[in-house]
């Protein structure tokens, strides 16, 4: 097989929400993320695709949520995805996060060093696992001026996906001998006497991205749900290094789609041998393709192809309004 360079860090992930509104109030007005794309479903356009990000929504910060009300509970376990952290700048941020998250009723942790990192971990209101950990490559992502958090606390970008599979050794092969990951760290599983926890990592500065691979023998299948994460996707710079993976990825005989026109950027998928959902997408052309920087997110946005049935589909969708009284921490 060729060998492109690695692939880059997380460009995104995409988890589920059953509350689109909430989802809205405490992705920005509780971690000040910024809605960058407000958007449908490419797939199934009675559902809301809401992208958050940092000023750009540049890839490696995007958080997104598939609005699917009917999806039933995530259930952990085998072949899902099991979390992730974004970055902050310092252990001070965290603090300021810690009594955020007591002031707002968010579901938190105490703050503790965890392989050398100190982390926060918390939930968001459907019980999503998030965590926040101090980076020194949060500061190679600029702060957001319209966000309602301090720059100096402000969330920059994503640092860890965590997934949990039964058997390592053909997703290991995948992440170092397909996608140019290198392994950096292992570690007993804290909760699972016969499970251990193996770090990845790829690429260096701003677009270092860790996958954290939980190795768990017998632990039954995962369902992917509300409060869970329906795939991760890492990052390629262009159209040719985007074939080039799918050429690689099919060699190596993992089934990947072809490459599909998001408009906002190019992707492929592919499931790990564990059973996970992985994409890979192009960096660009990016959020502000069919939007003014300046006002990202503020109205349904369809590509084009969807426009002609802009009616029937905003018709379909409910107003993102938040519930009055309905606490979004
Ligand atoms: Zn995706």
């Known amino acids: 097989m060729e060998s492109p360079a690695p692939v880059g860090g997380i460009h995104h992930l995409t988890a589920v929400t059953g509350r689109a509104a909430d989802n809205v109030a405490f992705y920005t007005g509780v971690l000040g993320l910024r809605l960058v794309k407000k958007t449908v479903n490419q797939d199934d356009v009675s559902a809301y695709h809401l992208f958050y990000g940092d000023e750009l929504g540049r890839p490696g910060t995007e958080v997104t949520f598939f609005d699917w009300p009917h999806a039933g509970p995530n259930r ?40 050398g990192r100190a982390v926060l971990r918390f939930r968001d209101p459907e019980g999503q696992r998030l965590g926040l950990v101090e980076d020194d490559a949060a500061a190679e992502t600029p702060p957001w001026i319209g966000s309602p958090i301090p720059a100096e606390a402000q969330i920059r970008g994503l640092q860890a996906v965590a997934i949990t599979v039964n058997d390592l050794s053909p997703t290991a092969w995948t992440l170092t001998e397909v996608l140019g990951f290198r392994e950096i760290d292992t570690y007993p599983h804290p909760e699972d006497p016969a499970g251990r926890i193996v770090v990845y990592v790829t690429r260096s500065g701003a677009s270092r991205s860790e996958l954290h691979v939980a190795e768990r023998p017998g632990l039954p299948r995962g369902r992917v749900g509300i409060g869970g994460v329906h795939h991760v996707a890492f990052r390629v710079p262009d159209d040719e290094a ?83 009284g309905r606490r979004v921490g």
Do not use: K, N, Q
């Open 242 to 324: 985007h074939r080039a993976w799918r050429e690689r990825i099919h060699a190596a005989g993992l089934g990947v789609t072809p490459v599909i026109d998001r408009f906002y950027f190019c992707s492929i998928y592919f499931r790990e041998p564990g059973g996970v959902l992985f994409e890979i997408a192009t960096d660009g052309p990016g959020f502000a393709t069919d939007e003014d920087p300046a006002h990202l997110g503020e109205r349904l946005a369809l590509p084009p192809f969807l426009e002609p049935r802009r009616t029937a589909i905003e018709a379909g969708l409910t107003p993102l309004e938040p519930v009055p």
């Open 76 to 115: 952990s376990g085998a072949g899902t995805i099991a979390g992730f952290t974004l970055r902050v700048t310092s252990r001070d941020a965290l603090d300021w996060w810690a009594s955020r998250f007591a002031d707002l009723g968010v579901v938190h942790g105490p703050i503790v060093d965890h392989r």
